[in-house]
């Protein structure tokens, strides 16, 4: 498989192929690159590696493997210094994209009523211990073992730092409950107010990075509850 890149967009890949293999996690094996270009062996042919069916994610023997994945992952010390920057989710929380969502949400009742909360739970998010996270999970990314219980995700274009909780919550979004409790067996890591961030940040991050619209889980009345908890004041 020949990977391009004809432009800037994406080559970050390059950079964390190497930093994943350099510390002993299991990614796809590059035949050869360059500044432009990856070429990796065809799944399709390898003996060891398979691409993913859709039906992975609810595969506990799967989720396990991928769970012990991510918490490599989510451990390694890495930071901005090391050429790593935030994930595009992570730079969508800027209290100027709130301000622009304001002018264009400010005409519902539901977000006249989050808004101050919100600028409460930025300030909060400013503070929270952010690692390396995969940020772009979905099946068809993810990459198992012909025999063995191996799991990982290819394709590091959208990784960057951020909050681990909402790395999990895209991890686990196409998964049962089966593979979720097995994924987190093997993960054994815990995060400040891991749930609760994972519930409140991923629909704010959607809105602010203009990717959903009126109908984000955002604007329900079950977030509205939820953040009013978290932010004491209900």
Request: with cysteine; net charge negative.
């Amino acid at each position: 498989m020949l990977k391009l890149f004809l432009g800037e967009f994406g080559r970050e890949e390059l950079f964390f192929y190497k930093l994943l293999a350099q510390a002993g996690l299991p990614t796809l094996k590059l035949l050869q690159k360059d500044e432009t270009a990856l070429l990796m062996a065809d799944l399709d042919f390898s003996d060891t590696l398979a691409p993913a069916t859709l039906d992975a994610a609810k595969d506990p023997a799967v989720m396990g493997a991928l769970g012990a994945w991510y918490r490599a992952l989510h451990q390694l010390e890495v930071g901005e210094g090391d050429g790593i920057g935030l994930s595009a989710e992570w730079q969508a929380l800027s209290f100027s994209n709130l301000e622009n969502a304001n002018q264009v949400h400010g005409d519902k009742p539901a977000w006249r009523r989050l808004h101050p909360l919100l600028v409460d739970l930025l300030e909060q998010a400013a503070s929270l211990p952010l690692r390396l996270c995969y940020n772009d999970f979905h099946p068809v990314n993810l990459v198992t073992g012909r025999q063995e219980a191996l799991a990982f995700m290819m394709d590091y274009g959208r990784m960057g730092l951020n909050h681990p909780a909402v790395d999990l919550n895209n991890a686990l979004r196409f998964s049962d409950e089966a593979g979720r409790a097995a994924f987190l067996a093997a993960y054994g890591l815990t995060w400040p107010r891991q749930e609760t961030w994972s519930t409140l940040l991923p629909p704010l991050m959607d809105v602010l990075m203009g990717v959903a619209g009126g109908e984000c889980a955002l604007f329900s009345e079950e977030y509205d509850q939820a953040l009013r908890r978290f932010i004491g004041k209900e």
